[in-house]
């Protein structure tokens, strides 16, 4: 999909949810897909197409700390299921719904770590874009979490291409290119994997 296609993708899925955003104060929305797929640069554009009305909520505010992995063992699958809070995440998307709590937690990639209260849902907020790999994910615990969503988007992107932007990701983060390949082949792809096998349908599916 070029670039016009993806904006003419944008404003029809925009169009769709301002009219469902009439129905009721606050409504939750996924955008889900595998790790490279574009999740947050697409959340972006939505944001910015549907204007001040929305908010773009992370999940990667919920990676369980260094620490806590470093004690389970599970430093080295860092973005599996199991190195989420998944259960906080469930419980933040009924607060920020019900209006109770503005505030969210962010992911500082380059300090790899989470900041507190680090994102902040502006006051007249009535559409809410949380973005996620496992926010459709067909698996005991997180399944439940399709249950909150008024709509869902799922990016479709081809293997081949989640690949060469996860190599390209941990070359950004300063690895060499045997050390980025063998991070996002061992790791990064066996989750995007997981994640495209067990995808629950979405209301619409986005090829990028």
Not at 123 to 141: M, T
Request: proline share 4%.
């Amino acid at each position: 999909m070029n670039n016009i296609e993806a904006q003419d993708e944008i404003d029809r899925i925009s169009a769709e949810l301002i009219s469902m955003s009439r129905t009721k104060p606050v409504i939750a929305v996924a955008i889900a897909g595998a790790p490279g797929s574009g999740k947050s640069t697409f959340a972006e554009m939505l944001s910015t197409t549907v204007g001040a009305a929305c908010c773009v909520v992370p999940m990667d505010g919920f990676h369980l700390d260094n620490t806590i992995l470093q004690e389970r063992g599970l430093m080295h699958v860092k973005g599996a299921p199991q190195t989420f809070d998944r259960e906080g995440f469930g419980v933040l998307v009924d607060s920020l719904c019900s209006q109770t709590t503005p505030f969210y937690p962010t992911f500082d990639r380059e300090a790899d770590c989470v900041i507190e209260n680090g994102g902040k849902v502006p006051v007249n907020a009535s559409i809410l874009l949380f973005e996620g790999n496992y926010l459709l994910f067909d698996a005991p615990g997180w399944s439940t979490l399709a249950q909150k969503w008024d709509a869902s988007i799922w990016l479709e992107v081809s293997e081949d291409i989640l690949e060469a932007r996860l190599i390209q990701r941990w070359r950004d983060h300063g690895m060499s290119e045997d050390a980025a390949k063998t991070r996002a082949r061992m790791n990064d792809m066996a989750n995007a994997e997981l994640v495209i096998r067990h995808a629950l349908p979405a209301k619409w599916t986005v090829s990028l």
